[in-house]
């Protein structure tokens, strides 16, 4: 069933890859150059390409919730970095970067979160437990993450630029860790027998903690390119989740030191690569970029002519 569920996982991020170029395509055409507002909040309902990107996070949020009833928290969460690279390339061949023109800090801030995670990910597989989450947990992670979400969100309206986009982001990937953790809880609900005794507590926070997500998501792709929010998100959420999963519902209770000391290590190394991609991501060279593209494709021009 882990392994299933680790397929799945990886499909689900992908989906969320997809659904990030598109979305934030769409939210900077909804903008035109002004701010997120109430009118450019309409347009992106009525934006096709917004759409087929709500259907791609969709599934893989199906995706992923399937893979979260068949593994442990911390075990399943951490994948989702996967999306990371997907989105990144995605974006420089939009953007019509070439791999040689490319910051070696950007290649080292991908590798780094994507590696941190994984690593993570080896570690929790062979330690962490299934274990069920009681009524008592749920009340408890709501009443951690709830505060947690209104601050941050507080805190990304009061700044600008990258610094708003990763408050934002962080924001999102704080609620989505929680809907995590609640999807567990429903599943393993709904896996059982006596349906007329279910909790509503997960059904009522998920959806509370999805649409408040999914509120800062799009602000913070109005902020910022969209890998640097798909690394916010990558990072932030499963180690939110996971945190829940091992403070909560105690998946790492078989965990030795050594091991735990590891999973910390390849924590702080993803974060790591989170802030070196907010750094040095080539947004902040767009403009000489697109000076030399525009160069290259006049030389281009050019030699088609002379020849």
Not at 201 to 220: D, K, R, S, Y
């Amino acid at each position: 069933m882990t392994v299933l569920a680790v397929l799945l996982a990886a499909l689900g991020a992908c989906g969320y890859a997809l659904g990030a170029r598109l979305q934030h395509g769409a939210v900077h055409d909804a903008m035109a150059g002004g701010g997120l507002g109430l009118r450019s909040q309409g347009r992106l309902v009525r934006n096709t390409r917004w759409l087929v990107g709500l259907g791609a996070l969709g599934s893989g949020a199906l995706l992923h919730a399937v893979a979260l009833g068949l593994a442990p928290l911390s075990v399943v969460q951490p994948i989702g970095v996967l999306a990371l690279p997907l989105t990144v390339l995605l974006n420089l061949g939009a953007r019509g970067y070439r791999a040689r023109e490319l910051n070696p800090s950007v290649l080292l801030g991908v590798a780094a979160a994507t590696g941190g995670v994984s690593m993570f990910v080896l570690l929790a597989v062979g330690s962490a437990t299934s274990t069920p989450v009681s009524g008592a947990q749920q009340l408890v992670a709501t009443e951690l993450i709830a505060p947690a979400v209104l601050v941050i969100g507080a805190m990304a309206a009061l700044t600008r630029a990258k610094v708003r986009c990763v408050l934002f982001a962080a924001g999102c990937a704080v609620a989505y860790g929680y809907v995590s953790l609640m999807t567990r809880a429903l599943t393993q609900q709904l896996g059982t027998p006596e349906l007329f005794g279910i909790n509503p507590l997960p059904l009522l926070g998920i959806a509370v903690a999805m649409v408040t997500g999914g509120w800062l998501l799009q602000h913070a792709y109005a902020s910022g390119p969209p890998d640097l929010v798909v690394a916010c998100l990558t990072v932030i959420d499963p180690l939110v989740a996971v945190g829940l999963g091992i403070g909560l519902l105690g998946e790492a209770a078989e965990v030795g030191g050594w091991v735990a000391a590891g999973e910390v290590l390849c924590a702080a190394v993803a974060c790591a690569g989170v802030f070196v991609l907010a750094r040095y991501h080539p947004d902040k060279d767009d403009e000489p970029h697109a000076r030399h593209r525009d160069h290259r494709e006049r030389r281009s021009r050019r030699i088609a002519l002379d020849n």
